[in-house]
């Protein structure tokens, strides 16, 4: 039996000088390859294909979808993109159809009734090669927890449980899955999953749980084999807290220097977790780019986030970290509810006295299973697009704010990005260039030794 591990198809499709690789996939994938051998991956969207994948299909199949996992790319057309693909498949060929992610384990009826046979609620990798090695074993699938699945048109819940699952037992992502040319030049990493915060918008500790992390000697393992394999010259590291530990990290740092490997990083991080020790070290072995979350200048705003952090502790972090040599980029989110023009010039005092590099503005999106969406208390599977560019605001004076902190940041000289553009274009600018955009940014730009 093949199985084939599918990225479905974002419409409109990513922007390719922006795509990476599908870390998370091409993890899921491996893991089920160290018991079949038979296992391919189908990156629809890097391929820009169309909802049909016939031509890669045989007699009999495991298709598993990975759709809003670990990296949140996908927008909410996804789930009828699938539903369309499992449509045009011809009755003739036997299929099993598989779904892991967020938003299909909230919203189990909408899937089952568009053909897909098994959904993974929850935390996968654990229990991935069970469901195939029992999918036609409806007592089997019946002992593993977090699936719901349809037999014989009678739908089964199996028990619901919390996996503490360790992330140092996952092996390096095989990248021969996919043709790594087509990706951009940035390579990725993920080196730890869950958050130590519970910010009220992000489904990460609510999904993933208690944060957990490979070794610094596994992590230090993929970078080198990243370098001497793959000629990586800039690694982002993606996980939604690179710096967690700072014992790690430092170790991690060390590695890096003891191996002589030679290469520029990124990493996701938290204000809550900033040392100086810590980012000096990253600094010496190659780090020059760090992403904050700040989201917000009014503390007001940030409370009810569950962000309860201080804004003079941001201002000054920030400006610190610049002053150590990296390249800074912040997250805002505009249109938080209860937002006033007064909370916007708060946040843009803040932005006008750090002035970091990049700035990414946001509009508020209502993933699955946080505080926020479970508040809204809704049935529909509202838009679950991060890269939402424009947002229609019934609060006029709100509206003028973020237009009038717009045109202040294009007054300092920063490059106002509201479409996807190329982004090769930006290798070669000079490290102190500013961006302020709605669109996503490429990993690796400006990043300089």
């Given at each position: 039996?093949?199985?084939?591990?599918?990225?479905?198809?974002?419409?409109?499709?990513?922007?390719?000088?922006?795509?990476?690789?599908?870390?998370?996939?091409?993890?899921?994938?491996?893991?089920?390859?160290?018991?079949?051998?038979?296992?391919?991956?189908?990156?629809?969207?890097?391929?820009?294909?169309?909802?049909?994948?016939?031509?890669?299909?045989?007699?009999?199949?495991?298709?598993?979808?990975?759709?809003?996992?670990?990296?949140?790319?996908?927008?909410?057309?996804?789930?009828?993109?699938?539903?369309?693909?499992?449509?045009?498949?011809?009755?003739?060929?036997?299929?099993?159809?598989?779904?892991?992610?967020?938003?299909?384990?909230?919203?189990?009826?909408?899937?089952?009734?568009?053909?897909?046979?098994?959904?993974?609620?929850?935390?996968?990798?654990?229990?991935?090669?069970?469901?195939?090695?029992?999918?036609?074993?409806?007592?089997?699938?019946?002992?593993?927890?977090?699936?719901?699945?349809?037999?014989?048109?009678?739908?089964?819940?199996?028990?619901?449980k919390r996996v503490n699952f360790n992330f140092k037992d996952l092996p390096i992502?095989?990248?021969?899955?996919?043709?790594?040319?087509?990706?951009?030049?940035?390579?990725?990493?993920?080196?730890?999953?869950?958050?130590?915060?519970?910010?009220?918008?992000?489904?990460?500790?609510?999904?993933?749980?208690?944060?957990?992390?490979?070794?610094?000697?596994?992590?230090?393992?993929?970078?080198?084999?990243?370098?001497?394999?793959?000629?990586?010259?800039?690694?982002?590291?993606?996980?939604?807290?690179?710096?967690?530990?700072?014992?790690?990290?430092?170790?991690?740092?060390?590695?890096?220097?003891?191996?002589?490997?030679?290469?520029?990083?990124?990493?996701?991080?938290?204000?809550?977790?900033?040392?100086?020790?810590?980012?000096?070290?990253?600094?010496?072995?190659?780090?020059?780019?760090?992403?904050?979350?700040?989201?917000?200048?009014?503390?007001?705003?940030?409370?009810?986030?569950?962000k309860f952090f201080d804004i003079d502790i941001t201002k000054k972090i920030i400006?610190?970290?610049?002053?150590?040599?990296?390249?800074?980029?912040?997250?805002?989110?505009?249109?938080?509810?209860?937002?006033?023009?007064?909370?916007?010039?708060?946040?843009?005092?803040?932005?006008?006295?750090?002035?970091?590099?990049?700035?990414?503005?946001?509009?508020?999106?209502?993933?699955?299973?946080?505080?926020?969406?479970?508040?809204?208390?809704?049935?529909?599977?509202?838009?679950?697009?991060?890269?939402?560019?424009?947002?229609?605001?019934?609060?006029?004076?709100?509206?003028?704010?973020?237009?009038?902190?717009?045109?202040?940041?294009?007054?300092?000289?920063?490059?106002?990005?509201?479409?996807?553009?190329?982004?090769?274009?930006?290798?070669?600018?000079?490290?102190?260039?500013?961006?302020?955009?709605?669109?996503?940014?490429?990993?690796?730009?400006?990043?300089?030794?």
């Amino acid at each position: 039996m093949k199985i084939l591990v599918v990225n479905p198809p974002n419409k409109p499709f990513t922007n390719k000088s922006i795509i990476a690789e599908p870390i998370d996939i091409l993890q899921i994938a491996t893991i089920i390859q160290k018991e079949y051998k038979e296992v391919k991956v189908l990156d629809m969207d890097v391929n820009q294909m169309n909802n049909n994948i016939n031509k890669y299909l045989e007699e009999k199949n495991i298709l598993i979808f990975v759709f809003d996992y670990h990296i949140p790319l996908h927008t909410t057309e996804t789930k009828d993109n699938i539903f369309e693909i499992i449509k045009n498949i011809p009755k003739e060929i036997k299929t099993t159809t598989i779904v892991i992610g967020k938003t299909s384990s909230y919203y189990h009826e909408e899937f089952l009734k568009n053909g897909i046979d098994i959904l993974m609620n929850g935390v996968v990798e654990q229990e991935i090669n069970k469901v195939i090695k029992y999918i036609d074993k409806k007592e089997e699938l019946l002992k593993i927890p977090n699936l719901v699945f349809k037999w014989d048109d009678k739908i089964y819940k199996t028990e619901k449980k919390r996996v503490n699952f360790n992330f140092k037992d996952l092996p390096i992502p095989n990248r021969e899955l996919v043709d790594i040319e087509k990706y951009m030049d940035t390579r990725t990493m993920i080196t730890s999953r869950g958050c130590i915060g519970n910010c009220a918008f992000c489904a990460t500790p609510y999904f993933f749980g208690k944060w957990t992390a490979k070794t610094p000697k596994q992590v230090v393992d993929e970078i080198e084999l990243l370098i001497k394999k793959y000629h990586a010259k800039k690694i982002m590291f993606l996980d939604d807290n690179a710096t967690v530990s700072k014992k790690r990290m430092i170790e991690i740092c060390e590695e890096i220097k003891r191996r002589n490997l030679k290469c520029l990083f990124g990493a996701l991080a938290s204000l809550k977790t900033y040392d100086e020790e810590m980012f000096q070290k990253m600094y010496e072995v190659g780090f020059r780019w760090v992403h904050f979350g700040i989201e917000s200048g009014s503390r007001r705003i940030l409370n009810s986030m569950n962000k309860f952090f201080d804004i003079d502790i941001t201002k000054k972090i920030i400006t610190r970290i610049k002053e150590l040599g990296y390249r800074v980029r912040v997250s805002l989110i505009l249109d938080y509810p209860t937002t006033t023009k007064e909370d916007i010039e708060q946040t843009k005092n803040l932005i006008l006295e750090t002035m970091p590099h990049e700035i990414r503005l946001h509009y508020l999106t209502y993933r699955v299973g946080t505080p926020i969406f479970l508040q809204k208390k809704t049935k529909e599977i509202t838009s679950q697009y991060i890269h939402q560019k424009t947002k229609e605001i019934k609060d006029k004076d709100l509206m003028s704010t973020i237009n009038n902190l717009v045109e202040e940041l294009k007054n300092k000289n920063y490059e106002i990005i509201t479409d996807d553009i190329d982004w090769n274009k930006y290798n070669n600018m000079p490290k102190d260039t500013q961006i302020a955009t709605f669109t996503p940014i490429k990993y690796g730009v400006c990043w300089y030794e």
